[in-house]
């Protein structure tokens, strides 16, 4: 198995048990098991955890994103793309085994202690803040729109994760309706 293989069987094992689990309660005895990769391989590749910690992020930040895109591309109007962001919410809130946030979480677990980890988790949000900003800039809208729906985006994770109730992505669909209707001058 070259190293490009060996190193997706990894982040994935591990992103699944992190998720499942969290960072803390999985060894990388448990990964190695999961991924079917000895740990001499995997410590070649990840010299430390928080390195695996860390590529795990980086793929959440992709699905994410391509999860963002694919809902996105579904809408036809910036407006309807806009709302997008809460209807991909819905979707992966009643996934089984929904825990809520992998970037929280690991920044609950581990951004006190790692700074690698807290700067990954800083750079999605970051980037999924941007992502809102130039949707709202499309719509022409205000700027600060977009720091108010990735709140709403990022309160609806933390409450759906906490409460068991994907009801909370159509709840901050509701308000993003109001916000925005509001921001383009529309009565709701």
């Known amino acids: ?9 990894v982040v994935t094992a591990a992103d699944r048990l992190f998720y499942a689990h ?4 999985v060894g ?4 190695r098991t999961e991924a079917k990769v000895s740990l001499k391989r995997i410590y070649g590749l990840f010299p430390s955890k928080d390195d695996l910690v860390v590529a795990v992020l980086h793929h959440r ?7 963002l895109a694919t809902a996105a591309a579904r809408a036809t109007a910036p407006r309807d793309r806009l709302l997008a ?7 992966w809130f009643r996934e ?10 690991s920044f609950g677990e581990l951004g006190a202690t790692s700074p690698a980890v ?24 205000p700027d600060v729109l977009a720091a108010q729906l990735a ?11 906490i409460s068991g109730d994907p009801a909370a992505a159509g709840q901050a669909r509701d308000a993003a309706v109001v916000l925005v209707d509001a921001a383009l001058g529309r009565s709701a």
């Open 1 to 9: 198995m070259d190293d490009a293989t060996a190193r997706d069987q």
């Open 22 to 25: 969290g960072v803390h309660a």
């Open 28 to 31: 990388m005895d448990a990964v």
């Open 61 to 67: 930040t992709a699905q994410w994103t391509e999860g």
């Open 85 to 91: 962001v809460f209807d991909f919410l819905d979707a």
């Open 96 to 105: 089984d085994g929904f825990r809520g946030c992998a970037f929280i979480n």
């Open 118 to 141: 807290a700067e990954a988790v800083r750079s999605q949000k970051e980037t999924f803040q941007a992502y809102v900003l130039d949707l709202v800039r499309e719509e022409g809208l």
């Open 151 to 161: 709140i709403l985006a990022e309160g609806a994770q933390t409450t759906a994760a």
